[in-house]
């Protein structure tokens, strides 16, 4: 059996940027990803002609077909015209691989856009021309600065559709200054464009001489991938110890003994040393098995199951990671994304699913909420749906978290109902260990 360095999608990883919309309904998101979707040649004939046909018996009469279609799979939303659950499409260019979340407008399904943003490189925030900087529009930034995505992009739309196509232009950059300054983070940058008509999506337009910026696509295949040095730390939550023993099939895995799971961040080859983050004991990589594949190495995004040297004590849920491995805590500060319209309140109980460990926890506190009209913290002791507030959690089991500022796999976690287990919302640390 021979060993290799295996990588998630080898052949796409180099250049693969993760990509997710947001935007009000009827900002043009389906539109306008039908339209990166068909623009790049990323669309098979015998769909675009099923589009075409569909458009055609709805009374279509503009270019092509209606291009929403493509990303409109769903029946309820054919049937509402809306999005309402995150679909993911995958597209590609001569530069590089696109995974794109397209995440629901209706500020109902804001759940579904930090869903689609937490794994995002990218996020592109739609606006209307039209209609400028709104609520939800803020709530978006807001959200992307959150979950600290590494780049964000205003896609201007239904520029074709103002009469003073500069100006709006220039209105809606003025109206981001303040926006990013409340949030802490760089100015958008803002792609003036009509997905209808494709101005400015793949190709830049000769209907806006003014705008002298990249299209969108452009834009897109200019930007870093959203790597960052500390997600180079290699990181395993433990899903499963495999120990075989009498009930192996094969006499020789009788003593077999292997630690599985995904690889989080970074990556582990053999020879490694590792730190089992519950004890601090420390360890070397025996082997790496990936099915019935040995492994040299592996990477983020692959699941794997980890040899150890030595006869450590590791169970379900515990970390496996290299370097500084962050402390189990009982205690930890966060912001949570609050999305169930049942409202929080201090003292409640629920669960924290963090990496493949659940556990009971008690909201101790919850301090402030972020006023997404006026982007400053408010006081408060509750959360509504949508709410974005800062709270103290006390686990009933140690969890080692990390800040979500340095680590957006470490640092981030779900709660749930421990009634019925749905999920009430997203969290994000910000002090772990905090009293």
């Given at each position: 059996m021979g060993?290799?360095?295996?990588?998630?999608?080898?052949?796409?990883?180099?250049?693969?940027?993760?990509?997710?919309?947001?935007?009000?309904?009827?900002?043009?998101?389906?539109?306008?990803?039908?339209?990166?979707?068909?623009?790049?040649?990323?669309?098979?004939?015998?769909?675009?002609?099923?589009?075409?046909?569909?458009?055609?018996?709805?009374?279509?009469?503009?270019?092509?077909a209606d291009l929403a279609l493509l990303t409109d799979g769903l029946r309820a939303e054919r049937e509402q015209g809306i999005t309402i659950d995150v679909a993911y499409r995958y597209f590609a260019t001569a530069e590089r691989s696109?995974?794109?979340?397209?995440?629901?407008?209706?500020?109902?399904?804001?759940?579904?856009?930090?869903?689609?943003?937490?794994?995002?490189?990218?996020?592109?925030?739609?606006?209307?021309?039209?209609?400028?900087?709104?609520?939800?529009?803020?709530?978006?930034?807001?959200?992307?600065?959150?979950?600290?995505?590494?780049?964000?992009?205003?896609?201007?739309?239904?520029?074709?559709?103002?009469?003073?196509?500069?100006?709006?232009?220039?209105?809606?950059?003025?109206?981001?200054?303040?926006?990013?300054?409340?949030?802490?983070?760089?100015?958008?940058?803002?792609?003036?464009?009509?997905?209808?008509?494709?101005?400015?999506?793949?190709?830049?337009?000769?209907?806006?001489?003014?705008?002298?910026?990249?299209?969108?696509?452009?834009?897109?295949?200019?930007?870093?991938?959203?790597?960052?040095?500390?997600?180079?730390?290699?990181?395993?939550?433990?899903?499963?110890?495999?120990?075989?023993?009498?009930?192996?099939?094969?006499?020789?895995h009788v003593d077999y003994r292997g630690y599985a799971g995904l690889i989080t961040s970074g990556a582990v080859a053999v020879g490694d040393e590792v730190v089992v983050a519950a004890s601090g004991r420390t360890t070397t990589v025996a082997g790496i098995d990936l099915g019935a594949e040995t492994v040299s190495r592996a990477e983020s995004g692959l699941s794997v199951t980890l040899r150890l040297a030595d006869e450590v004590d590791v169970s379900r849920g515990d970390l496996l990671g290299s370097g500084v491995v962050p402390t189990p805590v009982q205690t930890t500060s966060a912001v949570l994304a609050w999305l169930s319209p049942a409202p929080l309140r201090e003292g409640a109980r629920v669960l924290v699913k963090h990496g493949t460990r659940t556990v009971h926890a008690l909201v101790t506190a919850i301090h402030e909420r972020l006023d997404i009209a006026r982007l400053t913290q408010v006081p408060t002791t509750s959360a509504d749906l949508n709410d974005l507030v800062r709270v103290d959690l006390q686990f009933a089991e140690p969890l080692p978290v990390e800040s979500y500022s340095s680590s957006r796999d470490g640092g981030a976690f779900i709660v749930l109902d421990p009634q019925d287990a749905t999920t009430l919302a997203a969290g994000m640390v910000e002090v772990p260990g905090r009293e």
């Amino acid at each position: 059996m021979g060993t290799s360095t295996l990588t998630p999608g080898r052949e796409a990883a180099p250049t693969l940027l993760r990509l997710a919309t947001a935007g009000s309904v009827d900002d043009g998101k389906s539109t306008l990803i039908g339209r990166l979707l068909h623009d790049t040649k990323s669309v098979l004939a015998d769909q675009l002609a099923a589009v075409e046909d569909a458009s055609r018996r709805r009374g279509w009469t503009g270019e092509l077909a209606d291009l929403a279609l493509l990303t409109d799979g769903l029946r309820a939303e054919r049937e509402q015209g809306i999005t309402i659950d995150v679909a993911y499409r995958y597209f590609a260019t001569a530069e590089r691989s696109y995974v794109l979340a397209d995440t629901p407008g209706h500020v109902e399904y804001t759940r579904n856009m930090v869903t689609g943003a937490s794994t995002a490189d990218v996020v592109v925030v739609l606006v209307d021309a039209r209609h400028g900087v709104l609520e939800q529009t803020r709530r978006h930034l807001a959200l992307a600065a959150l979950l600290r995505v590494p780049h964000v992009i205003v896609a201007l739309n239904k520029i074709d559709l103002v009469e003073d196509p500069r100006q709006v232009y220039a209105d809606v950059s003025s109206q981001l200054l303040p926006v990013a300054e409340a949030l802490s983070v760089p100015v958008p940058a803002v792609v003036p464009l009509s997905a209808l008509h494709g101005d400015n999506v793949v190709r830049t337009s000769a209907a806006t001489p003014w705008y002298q910026g990249p299209s969108l696509l452009e834009l897109l295949e200019s930007l870093p991938p959203g790597r960052d040095l500390p997600r180079d730390r290699f990181r395993m939550p433990v899903q499963l110890v495999i120990r075989p023993q009498q009930g192996a099939r094969d006499a020789a895995h009788v003593d077999y003994r292997g630690y599985a799971g995904l690889i989080t961040s970074g990556a582990v080859a053999v020879g490694d040393e590792v730190v089992v983050a519950a004890s601090g004991r420390t360890t070397t990589v025996a082997g790496i098995d990936l099915g019935a594949e040995t492994v040299s190495r592996a990477e983020s995004g692959l699941s794997v199951t980890l040899r150890l040297a030595d006869e450590v004590d590791v169970s379900r849920g515990d970390l496996l990671g290299s370097g500084v491995v962050p402390t189990p805590v009982q205690t930890t500060s966060a912001v949570l994304a609050w999305l169930s319209p049942a409202p929080l309140r201090e003292g409640a109980r629920v669960l924290v699913k963090h990496g493949t460990r659940t556990v009971h926890a008690l909201v101790t506190a919850i301090h402030e909420r972020l006023d997404i009209a006026r982007l400053t913290q408010v006081p408060t002791t509750s959360a509504d749906l949508n709410d974005l507030v800062r709270v103290d959690l006390q686990f009933a089991e140690p969890l080692p978290v990390e800040s979500y500022s340095s680590s957006r796999d470490g640092g981030a976690f779900i709660v749930l109902d421990p009634q019925d287990a749905t999920t009430l919302a997203a969290g994000m640390v910000e002090v772990p260990g905090r009293e």
